[in-house]
């Protein structure tokens, strides 16, 4: 079991807070870094920090960096994250910089699961959306009961109704129907498959390096420890500390699954 909650909550809010989402990096610096454990498991985070696709800038996905640094650490494995902004978008593009240092990860460690976290609103009526391309892309991995043991219930597909709007199309709070959903699994959501359409890290650790990966979408409610309001996203928020415990019992424990 992770931490008791104050702790847990403490831990990943620090983490968070060594991450400058906002900001290019600096002569000399890089825009993410990694983590070299003794497992064969790499969890990645590509969308922590701002960065941009198609010429529009797209805001981090918070708390996606801290998550993957606390679990690589609890279990021994490896890790790459975002931790500046940049021009890059890694589960966009077919190549670049990012996916190039995770390719040379999965080589020189034996890596033989990529665990590629993101983060999505409460407004999708799901608290953990896996994507394994349809089974293609997690191979012979069973990436569900991990949830399952750690309080999630998988639901169908098509009983999770369509994502929350507000009239002119602004989305909800993040904290609108969160503790009714938060505990709610499901695989292959046709927004959240992990790469059937798009060029994912998903995808390219599947098709490109033939080893098992899987996408973890995961709610607000289940990974922001705290957020201060802002002109992007006009609401203070905190999520759940059951929640956020479980998800971390649960990726910690599918980390341990190879």
Sequence with gaps: MAENHRELLAFLLDLESRISPLRYPESGQSWFETIVGDGDVLL???HACRHMRDGAEKMGEEYTAALVQYVAHATGNS?????RKSDED???LATGEY??????????????????????TNRHHMGIALGTIYGAASKDVDVVPPFLRHGFERVAVDTVAPPLELPGGIQQSPGTG??????????????????????TVTRFVSEQLGIAAVQVEIASVNRIVHR???????????GNPTGISATVDALSELAGVI
């Design 99 to 120: 996916k190039s240092m995770l390719a040379q990860l999965v080589r020189d460690y034996g890596i033989r699961l990529v665990v590629d976290l993101h983060g999505m």
């Design 44 to 46: 990645s985070a590509p």
């Design 228 to 238: 201060a309001s802002t002109t992007d996203w006009p609401f203070e928020y905190r």
């Design 79 to 83: 890790a790459i994250f975002t931790c």
């Design 90 to 92: 890694p589960n966009w």
């Design 178 to 199: 969160a503790e009714r959903h938060g505990f709610t699994l499901v695989v292959d959501h046709p927004r959240f498959t992990g790469g059937v359409r798009n060029q």
